[in-house]
């Protein structure tokens, strides 16, 4: 089968050893025949051979009078016999009409056996923005958050249904996002869920915290303090949770009794009392001085009291 270079089907020539592109591989490996790959320079594949509908809508349909589909179609053809197909290559040197009688005998049947798993799968492809969000038809899609990533490809795949946009990652993959296509022009077409952050970091977060505490009641209380008074900051509150935890990990039970009894609702209060405790704890209980290691085997003379009363009373020592 002779194929012009198309970026649809061929990716590089390599040397003769041909890259084809993953689409058409599969196709190829199905069919079973073999690839004739047109060189930038074949004449065969130049001019009016590559730009067919061109070639005719340029030609043939300018200035013409569309009448019925059948007419059309029949004028055509006609016109083709007796320009395109008839009159002689510029390159070749040869009628394609002619080429084409000689060149058909020597076709081969292909298989009709296909497998058309793949003949419904999306092709159309939008970049997701940094702010979460593709454009189709002069609209802006949402996806949910954390979709866009710096060091990821960020394509998405569009599949169109009657009036729904479906989006994924992949083309056979699950879907991503759905959206009613809007009608409308320069629209931000987001769904809610899609702004949310994801919560599974932060649970996480606090079982891991919550199994360093004996009362789990208290714990709980303290969680609860932190997500009503700070709705947006949760996240930075438990990271000062876990910073005091690892810090002080021998005071943070009774810090939260504290905390409670003193009626405080903020992770950096809990810090406050678990430091305060730290260095009172330290204060309590002094580390012992250890003995000079040069000295520790000398030990000292033992001598009776009248030796010192002696030296009290000026006499002196025998």
Not at 55 to 71: E, H
Not at 127 to 132: A, L, P, V
Not at 247 to 255: F, G, I, K, R, V
Not at 264 to 288: E, G, Y
Request: hydrophobic share 30%; net charge positive.
């Amino acid at each position: 089968m002779v194929y012009d270079q198309d970026a649809l089907l061929a990716v590089s020539e390599n040397a003769g050893d041909l890259i084809m592109t993953s689409e058409f591989t599969k196709y190829h490996q199905a069919r079973q025949f073999h690839i004739y790959l047109c060189r930038k320079s074949d004449p065969e594949s130049k001019g009016k051979v590559e730009q067919v509908v061109k070639f005719v809508k340029n030609n043939f349909s300018k200035n013409r009078i569309f009448g019925s589909l059948t007419d059309w179609n029949l004028s055509c053809q006609a016109w083709l016999k007796r320009t395109g197909n008839y009159k002689v290559h510029h390159n070749t040197k040869k009628r394609p009409s002619e080429v084409h009688a000689l060149e058909k005998q020597h076709l081969k049947k292909v298989s009709g056996t296909y497998i058309f798993e793949n003949v419904l799968v999306p092709s159309i492809t939008r970049t997701i923005q940094k702010d979460n969000v593709i454009r189709y038809e002069g609209n802006r899609y949402s996806v949910p958050r954390g979709t866009y990533r710096p060091d990821a490809p960020n394509i998405a795949y569009l599949q169109v249904d009657k009036n729904n946009l479906y989006i994924r990652l992949k083309q056979t993959g699950s879907i991503l996002a759905k959206h009613r296509i809007s009608q409308g022009k320069g629209l931000i077409i987001s769904d809610p869920s899609h702004r949310e952050r994801s919560t599974s970091k932060r649970e996480m977060l606090i079982l891991q915290m919550e199994e360093v505490f004996i009362d789990k009641e208290n714990f709980q209380w303290l969680v609860e303090q932190l997500k009503e008074r700070y709705p947006r900051h949760v996240n930075d509150q438990l990271k000062v949770l876990q910073s005091t935890i690892k810090s002080y990990p021998n005071h943070t039970e009774q810090a939260l009794i504290e905390m409670r009894r003193l009626k405080m609702t903020s992770a950096n209060d809990f810090r406050d009392i678990a430091h305060s405790l730290f260095v009172q704890s330290q204060k309590a209980s002094p580390s012992a001085i250890e003995p000079n290691q040069k000295y520790k085997d000398l030990v000292a003379p033992e001598r009776s009291e009248d030796i010192y009363l002696k030296v009290l009373a000026g006499g002196k020592n025998e």
